[in-house]
């Protein structure tokens, strides 16, 4: 068994944007509400997993993941230890 940290990026609304750094490809980001929570691919904004999350905030969390992928994805490297 192996600890697993999932620190916050961001929070938007109720939304805590985690990373997994133990997590697996693709490089994707845990959109984590009060008992809901969205899995999103980082670099196409896919859903990848939705449990509870309305359209409308899967959109808005889209186009936030968009406009900040480049942070995101810096991010998802340095804990998976990828160049």
Not at 15 to 40: L, Q, S
Not at 45 to 59: A, C, H, L, T, W
Not at 69 to 74: E, G, P, T
């Amino acid at each position: 068994m192996y600890n697993v940290i999932m620190p916050t990026i961001f929070v938007i609304g109720p939304f805590k944007i985690i990373i997994n750094t133990k997590d697996h490809r693709p490089a994707h980001v845990h959109c984590v509400g009060p008992g809901v929570f969205v899995i999103v691919e980082i670099v196409t904004q896919e859903v990848i997993r939705n449990k509870g999350v309305s359209p409308k905030d899967i959109k808005r969390l889209q186009l936030f993941i968009e406009g900040n992928k480049d942070v995101l994805m810096n991010e998802w490297r340095h804990y998976h230890e990828e160049e």
